[in-house]
Every structure is written in C-alpha cells, then in structure tokens.
C-alpha cells in the first residue's frame, strides 16, 4: 500500500483535474445539449437540419479522435488553446450531441396539449419551449442525464492521450516510477467509482425531489 | 498518428489479428520471419543475414523455460508495435524491424533454432503482468532495469544502454543543457523514463505527455513546450527527417534497458545472459546495432554494456 500512500499529492491533484474536467465539460455539454434539443424541435427546417447535422457529426466519430484533431489539428490552422481548455471544449461540445438527444426525448415525452396550450395562449415558440415544454421535458429525463453525466466523467479519461495530466494519466506515471500496476490503477479505479456514486446519489435525489409522475 | 492511439482493447484485437496472419504466413512457410531457409523472392534483407550468422544453443537444461518454448516452437515476445528504430512493424512487409525485434528474433534462434517470433503487444501498464502470468517469454520493449521493477520481474542485460537527450525548435537558443529547463513547459513520451529525468534535472519545469513519438514532435513543432525529451536514437532519426528540429547537446543520462523474463527463473537469466555474451563477443551484437540504431548514428557501434552492471540485473 506504501505506492498509494507515497503518492497521494500526485493521485489529489489528477482527482481535482479530472472534477474540474468533468464539471465544467458537464456544464458546457448541458448548454449546447439545450441548444441542440431546441434547433432539433424548431418550426425551421434549416435549424432542424443543422441540430440533426451537429448529432450526427459529433455521435458518430469517437470522442478520441475529435481530440486528436482538436489538440494537433487545429494548430495547423492557426487556431491553439491549452492543452485543458481544449479538452474542456471538445468533451462539452461531444457530450453535448449526446444531451441534446436525451432531452429532446423530454420534449417528446411533453404532452402535445401542453405546446398547444401555450400557443393558444399567443407564446411564441422560444417562450413556450423555455416557459411550457423545457421545465417540464428536463424534469422527466434526470436519470438519462445522471447517465450522461458518469459517461462524461469517464470520458474525461481520454484527455490522458493528449498530454491532460487527470487521473488516469497520474496513474500511469505513478506506476512509471514504482512498477506496481495493479495496486495503482484500482486505486484510480476506486476513485472513478466513489465520483460516479456521486453522481449517481445527486442524480437519484434530483429525481426524487423533481420527477413529474405521469 | 491516430491509430497508434486506439484504446488498448482496440490495439490487442488488432494484434490479435496481426499474430492471426503471422501464423497464417508460417502455415504457408512463405513468411521471411518464419524460415530463413526459404530463399526469399527478391534477396535477403540486412536482417535475414543477422539471423543466418546467429548462433544455436548446443543443449537446453530439461525442463527448463527454454525447453518448454522449444517444444512450443516459438517464443513470445512482449513488445511494440510502434517504436522506431526498436520494434516498428512495416506496414509494407508486416515485418516488426529494430533493434529489439532483431534482438527477439535472434533469441528465438537460440533457444528454438528458428527465429520463430510472435510479438504480443505489451504496455508499461502490463509488462509485469504478462511475465507473472505466462502469457510472453521475454520482453524486449526499452525496458529500463530499475530495482523496483526487479522486484517483480527478472533482467537478463543490459542488452543496450541508451541516453535521453534534449531536443527544440531550430530557433531555440535558450536550451542547452538539462539545468536550462528550469522553469520550462517540456514535452515527453507518456510512460517514458524522461519523466522522472526531468524532475530531477530540472524540478519545477511542467511536464506535458503524449501518447506516441510523432505526437510529441508535433507538439514541439506547435509551440505546445520549448523542448522535447526522448531517447537519443529515436530523436536522432526525427532530427535527420525534419530540419526545423534540433538536438541540443549530448545524453545527459544513462539507460540501460533490459531483457525482462519472469521473477525467480534463474535458469532462464542465466541461459539469457550466456547468449548476450556469445553475441557480443561475436560481434553480432554489433551488427544488430548497425542494422537499426546505427542507420541513424554515425560511426562505428558502442561497446556494449557489461551483463549485470545495471542495479537491479545483478
């Protein structure tokens, strides 16, 4: 147990990484998740077409990969951020794909009444999407959004391949230095599982408090 | 450059794969690795000759690791697939070439009489792993003997030494010697030994790590850090292919890489040891520099280091 002991200061500062990694990519992705979900449900068909467009571009190439190009690609363009921001804006604007569809599966699930309604009621559709259907649609998909949530914190294990020193990369020099790899990635492990019992915990109380029984 | 990156289930399915048509190739006994005996279609490569000219153990101890591997009749190699100049698999040929995949080939010449090789590709993260549970024999994958790694796995070697060595953008004047990186942002290979030697030539200087060797140099190339640190050879032959990379100064440290071999097989170090005596006195050792390391590094090969002199492989 000494290589855990002996290296808590190297194991803390890739656990605060990978929490900030994941809080503010989890923030970005929840944003751009509305968005998309809003441009998916729109009366235009432009801003349907593009919401579709931005999923499926972003689902369908690995998350892996937009960081290779994001981090090495963009330089060539002129275009260069740190290495963390980077990380933070491609993981947000990656989930995102993945948020926006989990919410715009709330909106379906708003009874059609309900958007009639407002429209009766003369809101146009920015209002009754942020007034009538919004409020309504995220309060039924908190669970696939806890879910999102631990996907991105395990995602942000990837930033370990373009130079993010989280704690999947902490580990791995740690076991550099000491040669037991076991002992040292269970630990990183154990540590990625209490996050995600954290999520998991906010996530069901959330739902308790929040949920819309139907 | 992406596929270097692809998630290690990913890499071993793809391994998996490239074991599946070596074996396919010794089926048919048209694979160059598998036969040196079969005249190949358009002459013999530098490498083939290494393997003609390597010698065979007269007896193997009964019982022992190597019988084991000779009735087998191939030795498993706990390797990479991607490093140049030591174990770089040609896309063109499918032929893993370099100093440790020469080195591998001409081990299992030894034990089996055939330079029957099956490379498994193998991690910093696993090396320990895969030697404790018998899935390779040997491991030739730069690995660098230090006490603590003896304590799980056996170091036949060194085998070679090697040294990092500091390289920037050609326009970097401020860089000369390792105390210069003070306070740097300094680029290298994750899972490397430049790691640690950089924390202590230079302790407060920001270590920023990428997966592969040309990722590295792309980060250089970008301004990402101010200097690179990487094994001479490997820097060398990027310095030789890009000139607005520039090598700064000579090695600052001394690396010697070893042979790993499971925990406790005595039997099997010293056999192993035998044979790197045999090949350095021979001069074969030489030759095996000369075909890779020495493509790169002008003159005439290196002595080569004393078996056992590394703490840790005694």
């Known amino acids: 147990m000494n290589v855990i002991t002996d290296h808590l200061a190297e194991f803390g500062d890739g656990l605060l990484l990978t929490v900030g990694l994941t809080?503010?990519?989890?923030?970005?992705?929840?944003?751009?998740?509305?968005?998309?979900?809003?441009?998916?449900?729109?009366?235009?068909?432009?801003?349907?077409?593009?919401?579709?467009?931005?999923?499926?571009?972003?689902?369908?190439?690995?998350?892996?990969?937009?960081?290779?190009?994001?981090?090495?690609?963009?330089p060539e363009v002129g275009v260069i951020a740190g290495l963390f921001t980077t990380a933070v804006v491609v993981i947000a604007l990656y989930q995102g794909a993945y948020a926006a569809e989990a919410i715009r599966s709330g909106i379906n699930a708003v009874p059609?009444?309900?958007?009639?309604?407002?429209?009766?009621?003369?809101?146009?559709?920015?209002?009754?999407?942020?007034?009538?259907?919004?409020?309504?649609?995220?309060?039924?998909?908190?669970?696939?959004?806890?879910?999102?949530?631990?996907?991105?914190?395990?995602?942000?294990?990837?930033?370990?391949?373009?130079?993010?020193?989280?704690?999947?990369?902490?580990?791995?020099?740690?076991?550099?230095?000491?040669?037991?790899?076991?002992?040292?990635?269970?630990?990183?492990?154990l540590a990625y599982m209490a996050l995600s019992a954290v999520f998991g915990l906010v996530t069901g109380t959330l739902e308790r408090r929040l949920a819309i029984l139907r | 450059m992406i596929m270097t990156l692809v998630p290690t289930g990913v890499r071993r399915a793809a391994v998996a794969a490239v074991a599946a048509l070596a074996l396919t190739g010794l089926a048919a006994c048209s694979s160059d690795d598998a036969d040196p005996a079969v005249p190949g279609a358009g002459g013999t490569a530098p490498a083939d000759d290494l393997v003609a000219a390597a010698p065979v153990a007269a007896s193997l101890i009964p019982g022992s690791t190597m019988e084991k591997i000779k009735q087998r009749g191939q030795l498993i190699v706990g390797g990479s697939l991607d490093a140049p100049l030591l174990s770089q698999q040609?896309?063109?040929?499918?032929?893993?070439?370099?100093?440790?995949?020469?080195?591998?080939?001409?081990?299992?010449?030894?034990?089996?009489?055939?330079?029957?090789?099956?490379?498994?590709?193998?991690?910093?993260?696993?090396?320990?792993?895969?030697?404790?549970?018998g899935t390779v024999d040997v491991v030739f994958q730069t690995y660098s003997i230090t006490p603590e790694r003896a304590k799980q796995v056996a170091f036949a070697g060194p085998y070679y030494s090697s040294g990092l060595v500091i390289a920037t953008k050609k326009d970097e004047t401020g860089i000369k010697a390792p105390a210069d990186l003070k306070g740097k942002t300094v680029i290298a290979g994750a899972n490397t030994p430049a790691i640690p030697a950089i924390k202590q030539a230079a302790p407060d200087a920001k270590i920023v790590t990428f997966g592969t060797d040309p990722e590295c140099v792309q980060a250089l190339k970008q301004g990402r850090g101010q200097a690179y640190v990487q094994d001479e050879a490997l820097l060398l032959a990027t310095a030789k292919q890009d000139p607005t990379v520039q090598i700064q100064g000579k090695p600052f440290t001394s690396d010697p890489y070893?042979?790993?071999?499971?925990?406790?097989?005595?039997?099997?170090?010293?056999?192993?040891?035998?044979?790197?005596?045999?090949?350095?006195?021979?001069?074969?050792?030489?030759?095996?520099?000369?075909?890779?390391?020495?493509?790169?590094?002008?003159?005439?090969?290196?002595?080569?280091?004393?078996?056992?002199?590394?703490p840790g492989s005694e």
């Open chain 1, 112 to 189: 059609a009444g309900q958007g009639e309604a407002a429209r009766a009621l003369g809101l146009t559709f920015t209002q009754s999407l942020r007034l009538v259907i919004l409020p309504q649609a995220l309060r039924t998909v908190i669970q696939p959004l806890g879910n999102i949530a631990i996907m991105t914190l395990m995602n942000t294990a990837l930033a370990a391949a373009v130079g993010v020193v989280e704690l999947t990369a902490a580990a791995n020099r740690v076991n550099l230095a000491e040669a037991q790899p076991i002992w040292i990635f269970v630990t990183a492990g």
């Open chain 2, 90 to 133: 040609n896309p063109a040929t499918k032929k893993v070439e370099g100093l440790d995949a020469d080195f591998g080939r001409l081990l299992a010449k030894y034990i089996i009489g055939k330079p029957n090789v099956k490379i498994v590709n193998s991690a910093s993260e696993t090396r320990e792993a895969l030697l404790a549970n």
């Open chain 1, 23 to 74: 809080l503010l990519s989890l923030a970005g992705a929840l944003a751009a998740g509305v968005v998309v979900a809003a441009l998916r449900v729109s009366p235009v068909r432009v801003l349907r077409a593009a919401g579709m467009a931005y999923v499926e571009v972003l689902q369908n190439v690995p998350l892996l990969v937009w960081l290779v190009l994001a981090v090495f690609g963009l």
């Open chain 2, 258 to 310: 070893g042979i790993g071999l499971k925990h406790g097989d005595a039997q099997m170090k010293a056999f192993v040891n035998d044979w790197l005596k045999q090949i350095q006195a021979s001069g074969l050792w030489a030759k095996v520099w000369k075909n890779s390391i020495g493509t790169v590094v002008q003159g005439e090969a290196p002595q080569p280091p004393a078996i056992g002199s590394a």
